[in-house]
């Protein structure tokens, strides 16, 4: 099945979804199960009520924008859950104050593992406070980041 680029489905959408106080953050195609998810966000949270009207919402410009050449394909929209990582500079400021968790690929400091208060997000550096004190980290180097979900 041909379908265009989730970037282009996103940018395409996004209006329809900011009239609900929410954005696409993330969309994925399933070729197997001929599937698009678009992953829904909000400052308010995302509960199934959300979810459903931005569902109806985009369900008619979706046909319209057509975007797998009119081949069939289930329209799929989900929170992005609690320990979705954050992927962009959006998604680190959102969280300024909160408690998060920074994977590295390779050791800082001789640790691959943080955690602490996120401080900021600037120039593509993670300013975080941790027990040890304040660190930057070039998100580059990171594996994940995201919100620490304490049990």
Known sequence: MKVKPVKEVIEFLQP?????GAEIADAEWNMRESSLTLFIDSANGVDLDLLEKVHHAVDGPLDEF????GSSYTLNCSSLGLDRPFKTAADFLRHVGEVIEVRLFAPMDGKKYFEGELLGFEEGTIKLKTREGEIQIPFEKTAKSCLLIEI
């Open 66 to 69: 057509d975007p797998t050449f």
């Open 16 to 20: 329809v979804v900011k009239e609900f």
